[in-house]
């Protein structure tokens, strides 16, 4: 059974640091891509940042590029987002997502983990 | 970036009557479109993907249908556990995008 677990939200103030991690299992972790993707509870779904299955290719969106920072560890089959300088529009629910097929990594993602809750506050 | 646009915002049905959810795409994604469902407190789940697929587990009244800009999910006949927000995502083009959703709702 594939299990996707976030961990490392909280409360933080603006401009600080947080490192978010997704620990997985009953998959070949190592041959998937995998993004980070995050909500404003209410509101939509926005991507965030996708990493290949080596982790030798990233990628980000805009406004987020140069903040945020995706890794993955594949021994450990744990995927990583380093949030840098965080603002209140960071404040979200933050999931990991993985790709339906090897070689793939835009997508689509066929599963996901329950998310991690990032609230940026003074 | 490509702008994905759906609508209705809501749709206001009834268990057994048809939902057709559209997502227009402001350029084409092929068939590069995925559609999820989310209800409140969950994860989104994967309906279709690659325009008309229909993902693992996913109840043969869901349909996709469309190409490069203009796409469907239709529900044949709405279950009360249909009830929920869809999403349409492209994944032709980074950065990925997703659409503002359409909550069915009764």
């Known amino acids: 059974e594939v299990q996707m677990l976030e961990s490392g939200g909280g409360l933080v103030q603006p401009g600080a640091s947080l490192r978010l991690s997704c620990a997985a299992s009953g998959f070949s972790f190592s041959n998937y891509a995998l993004s980070w993707i995050r909500q404003v509870p209410g509101k939509g779904l926005e991507w965030v940042s996708g990493i290949s299955a080596s982790g030798s290719t990233t990628f980000y969106a805009d406004s987020m590029k140069g903040r945020f920072a995706i890794s993955r560890d594949n021994f450990k089959n744990t995927l990583y987002l380093q949030l840098h300088s965080l603002r209140a529009e960071d404040s979200a629910i933050y999931y990991c997502?993985?790709?339906?097929?090897?070689?793939?990594?835009?997508?689509?993602?066929?599963?996901w983990g329950q998310g991690a809750l990032v609230t940026v506050s003074s | 970036e490509i702008v994905l646009t759906q609508s209705p915002a809501t749709l206001s049905l009834s268990p057994g009557e048809r939902a057709t959810l559209s997502c227009r795409a402001s350029?084409?994604?092929?068939?590069?479109l995925a559609w999820y469902q989310q209800k409140p407190g969950q994860a989104p789940r994967l309906v279709i993907y690659d325009a008309s697929n229909r993902a693992t587990g996913i109840p043969a009244r869901f349909s996709g249908s469309g190409s490069e800009t203009d796409f469907t999910l239709t529900i044949s006949r709405l279950e009360p556990e249909d009830f929920a927000v869809y999403y349409c995502q492209q994944r032709s083009d980074w950065p990925l995008t997703f659409g503002g959703g359409t909550k069915v709702e009764i």
């Open positions: 350029h084409s994604v092929s068939s590069y």
């Open positions: 997502a993985k790709v339906r097929v090897v070689g793939a990594t835009t997508g689509p993602f066929d599963f």
